[in-house]
T-cell receptor
């Protein structure tokens, strides 16, 4: 497809389990961002990848959160030992360089 | 730190122009003004961005004051599908992060 895709679209998990969220950016986009959005809140920056540079992890809320970007394309956000406060919509965006971002539809995570 | 101030909500009559204000009094010379919107249950959508000059595209116009301390997003003929949360963001040319803040919830009324 032409846009950013994310999977799964919805994820329900039990507290303490690990989850992996996937992002497929637009082909050719060198920049990739992860955000999360809690109910009724604005977007919270998590992590930023740009080409082969070291990622900007300054937004990750704890060491339970990590992300990888393989081959400069697909990215996986991993949350270990999930907590109820991790429940949110996780949004991925990609762009050319560090300019305009194009967002995916998000993954809705619910931790029971 | 969102670095912008927007009214939390606005209404606009269908067919009228929607003018959404944004204050960014601490903006620096290398920071752009970006506007995104987020329709319920969807990811944010890019609308427009600018540095100093006013900008127009097929979606909207962006008016930036001469001192660059504020800007206005104009949707010239609002439709019901324009009901969304509109985010004004300032971001350095070389910056990594987009700080979205809480935006303005625009409701277009029939």
């Amino acid at each position: 497809g032409a846009g950013v895709s994310q999977s799964p679209s919805n994820k329900v998990t039990e507290k303490g389990k690990d989850v992996e969220l996937r992002c497929d950016p637009i082909s050719g986009h060198t920049a990739l961002y992860w955000y999360r959005q809690s109910l009724g809140q604005g977007l919270e920056f998590l992590i930023y990848f740009q080409g082969n540079s070291a990622p900007d992890k300054s937004g990750l809320p704890s060491d339970r959160f990590s992300a990888e970007r393989t081959g400069g394309s697909v990215s996986t956000l991993t949350i270990q030992r999930t907590q109820q406060e991790d429940s949110a919509v996780y949004l991925c965006a990609s762009g050319v360089g560090a300019k305009t971002q194009y967002f995916g539809p998000g993954t809705r995570l619910l931790v029971l | 730190d969102a670095k912008t101030t927007q009214p939390p909500s606005m209404d606009c009559a269908e067919g009228r122009a929607a003018n959404l204000p944004c204050n960014h009094s601490t903006i620096s010379g290398n920071e752009y003004v970006y506007w995104y919107r987020q329709i319920h249950s969807q990811g944010p959508q890019y609308i427009i961005h600018g540095l100093k000059n006013n900008e127009t595209n097929e979606m909207a116009s962006l008016i930036i004051t001469e001192d660059r301390k504020s800007s206005t997003l104009i949707l010239p003929h609002a439709t019901l599908r324009d009901t969304a949360v509109y985010y004004c963001i300032v971001r350095a040319i070389t910056g990594n992060q987009f700080y979205f803040g809480t935006g303005t919830s625009l409701t277009v009324i029939p």
